[in-house]
């Protein structure tokens, strides 16, 4: 059964830091997004591309995130300059026309 | 704008007893509703989904749920619970009526133990 994947699974970095979170969508979904979970919080929605362009963000998708598809299988969310803050697990996601599909998650540690 | 609303952050009940975790939403359109399972240190994983179709929706591992649109609910159930049930909870609302609006917005989770 097709699967979406993440890496990596885990990842401690500096403040500051650049860091990229990759995630292989589902082949044929043409839906993907980005959702991350604070430890003991809510999932929580950050980003939504279609068609090669953001087409929802949330109020928590700032200047310091962005998402790219760079190739036609990875789907990608950086961010600029890591803060305390950023620390959560971070969620892919791809869907067909009604549902959502969740990879594994990456940990992210800001330290 | 669109909420949901968890009953009861931990929920526990006896192996072999009735598991129902509640739900409640808030949508100004018709809504999508999906329940989702996360085990420990893992993804979320598609539990079941309501998407317009028959109100009584059948999801994996005996897992069922009822969309009832006067209550505006969809409480999950499953009549006999078993062990590896223990697992956390999250319900999710979405609505494909608005145009590029994809996005789940998520309850807070409950959390299921089982007592053997």
């Known amino acids: 059964e097709p699967e979406v994947t993440q890496t990596p699974s885990h990842q401690v970095t500096q403040m500051g830091q650049e860091v990229i979170l990759r995630c292989v969508p589902i082949?044929?979904?043409?839906?993907f997004y980005w959702y991350r979970q604070i430890l003991g919080q809510k999932v929580e929605f950050l980003v939504s591309?279609?068609?090669?362009?953001?087409?929802?963000k949330s109020e928590i998708f700032d200047d310091q995130f962005s998402v790219e598809r760079p190739d036609g299988s990875n789907f990608t969310l950086k961010i600029r300059s890591t803060k305390l803050e950023d620390s959560a697990m971070y969620f892919c996601?791809?869907?067909?026309?009604?549902?959502?599909?969740f990879g594994p998650g990456t940990r992210l540690l800001v330290l | 704008a669109q909420s949901v609303t968890q009953l009861g952050s931990h929920v526990s009940v006896s192996e072999g007893a009735l598991v129902l975790l509640r739900c409640n939403y808030s949508?100004?359109?018709?809504?999508?509703l999906f329940w989702y399972v996360q085990y420990p240190n893992q993804g979320l994983q598609l539990l079941l989904k309501?998407?317009?179709?028959?109100?009584l929706v059948k999801g994996i591992n005996g897992f069922e749920a009822e969309f009832k649109k006067s209550e505006t609910s969809f409480h999950l159930t499953k009549p006999s619970a078993h062990m590896s049930d223990a697992a956390e909870y999250f319900c999710?609302?979405?609505?494909?009526?608005?145009?590029?609006?994809?996005?789940?917005?998520f309850g807070s989770g409950t959390r299921l133990q089982v007592q053997p």
């Open positions: 949508s100004s359109v018709p809504p999508y």
């Open positions: 999710a609302v979405t609505s494909l009526m608005d145009t590029g609006r994809r996005a789940l917005t």
């Open positions: 309501y998407t317009s179709a028959a109100t």
């Open positions: 591309f279609y068609n090669n362009e953001i087409s929802e």
């Open positions: 082949s044929n979904h043409l839906y």
């Open positions: 996601a791809s869907s067909d026309q009604e549902t959502q599909y």
